[in-house]
């Protein structure tokens, strides 16, 4: 082959080289740059506005919009992941109007943000995901339907204050009540950790729920009235700091669900949100937790649990010296206020310096030897009792004074009156004073006067 043929080949063969590697490289271009998500906000991707959606940012400076319409008003979940290998990306939402609602926020890889925007209803919102590289995210946008909270047979729901006209704690229980709820009662432990890692799960770090009190002398009361059983206040809580924090909360110092008392009003005014949390109890009852409490004491008083359910003790110990002793009605412990309803077998045995004792009208029973060889005792009074058990008095030789306050229709036991003073004498009042007084004739030692 001649040289100048043979050139002439080379340079078709060269020229051909470069135009295909050049060919080549548009094509891969064009392949980097396919965008699948519209880059203006007239164009936005309309999506649902209670499902996850999965994206991608196809190249450096890839800006996807989409644009979603609320159903209902409230509290809605927004949650934008960034699963990139090795980019970082900004999210921003827009009201209809162009209004900020939240401004390139940059998420680095693998991280992500939560957080919890008020919408109202049938109003139509913007988000837009740019990309500063190519990578990956996930966009989700909860309803406040769909984010409620089920458990056991109620459903939870938080609600961000300031979104509403929430302006005192009366407006709070009557906000729940308005929808056919009430604010949360949290009864168990396994009812606290779902709906902490409900309320975190949303973003938020704190949220009242329906525990209060009036004062720091008063005992905390659920707003549906139940009894408080259970409990689990953070270390050195309640602590009414200031005299003023009466109302119970999750709260951000406290990131493993335990409990805080708080300033309702003054946490409405501070720079942040507030939350209340709802609950509707849909007809079940409440899973309450009861304590394992067998027996404690309180001042000078043992008492032992009778029945949890309905907080009621009796009184099976005294280590006090007074003279003058009365059994109180209720009695607080571990934050429960437990009914004393029973002056349990041997409560006050032997003891040398009572002269007078007078019962509370909730005690409906005294227990054998309940007052057993107390030595000093001169008088006793018994309010609303029900049951006198046998040997009560036993040894009591100074006993000269009974007197039986009582509408209810006495059960009296033999011997219930036996070791008292002879010359005693029992004075019967009340709507059934007649039956009663016979009653108690039956049983009382000869020279014992029953008036």
Not at 281 to 302: A, R
Not at 335 to 354: D, H, P
Not at 390 to 396: A, E, V
Not at 434 to 449: D, R
């Amino acid at each position: 082959m001649k040289k100048g043929v043979s050139k002439i080949i080379g340079g078709i063969a060269c020229f051909l080289a470069v135009l295909f590697v050049a060919v080549s490289a548009q094509k891969v271009s064009a392949e980097t740059e396919v965008d699948n998500e519209p880059d203006t906000k007239e164009a936005a991707k309309a999506i649902n506005d209670c499902v996850d959606y999965q994206g991608s940012s196809e190249f450096n400076g890839d800006t996807d919009w989409f644009t979603f319409t609320t159903r209902y008003s409230g509290d809605y979940r927004v949650n934008v992941k960034n699963n990139s290998v090795a980019s970082d990306i900004k999210f921003s939402l827009y009201s209809v109007s162009g209004d900020k609602i939240l401004e390139n926020y940059k998420l680095s890889v693998n991280k992500e943000l939560t957080k919890t925007f008020a919408f109202d209803a049938n109003s139509t919102y913007f988000a837009k995901v740019e990309g500063l590289s190519i990578g990956n995210y996930t966009l989700s946008i909860k309803d406040p339907e769909s984010l409620k909270l089920s458990y056991a047979g109620h459903n939870y729901s938080v609600y961000t204050v300031k979104n509403t006209n929430i302006k005192s704690w009366d407006d709070a229980v009557r906000f729940c009540q308005n929808m056919g709820g009430h604010m949360a009662t949290i009864t168990s432990s396994k009812e606290n950790a779902a709906v902490f890692n409900y309320m975190t799960s949303l973003g938020y770090k704190n949220a009242f729920f329906g525990l209060c009190r009036t004062d720091k002398n008063v005992d905390w009361k659920w707003v549906n009235d139940q009894k408080v059983f259970y409990t689990n206040w953070g270390d050195g809580e309640p602590n009414c700091e200031n005299g003023v924090e009466f109302y119970a909360m999750f709260y951000y110092k406290y990131p493993n669900g335990t409990w805080n008392d708080g300033d309702f009003l003054k946490d409405l005014t501070r720079e942040g949100s507030v939350q209340i949390i709802c609950e509707w109890d849909n007809g079940i009852d409440e899973e309450i937790e009861y304590p394992n409490i067998k027996t404690f004491s309180v001042d000078d008083f043992k008492y032992s649990v009778t029945d949890i359910r309905k907080a009621a003790v009796k009184v099976v110990g005294y280590t006090g010296s007074s003279t003058k002793v009365e059994l109180p009605s209720y009695v607080k412990y571990n934050y429960i206020t437990f009914e004393v309803v029973t002056i349990g077998k041997n409560a006050f045995k032997g003891n040398r310096y009572m002269q007078e004792f007078k019962s509370p009208k909730t005690v409906e029973t005294v227990e054998e030897n309940a007052f057993k060889n107390c030595s000093a005792l001169k008088k006793v009074t018994f309010n609303q009792v029900k049951t006198l058990n046998k040997n009560m008095f036993k040894g009591d030789k100074a006993l000269k004074n009974i007197t039986i306050k009582t509408d209810k229709k006495l059960s009296v036991k033999k011997k219930a009156f036996d070791g008292i003073n002879s010359k005693a004498v029992i004075t019967v009042k009340g709507a059934n004073k007649k039956a009663n007084k016979k009653a108690i004739k039956k049983v009382v030692p000869k020279k014992v006067k029953v008036k």
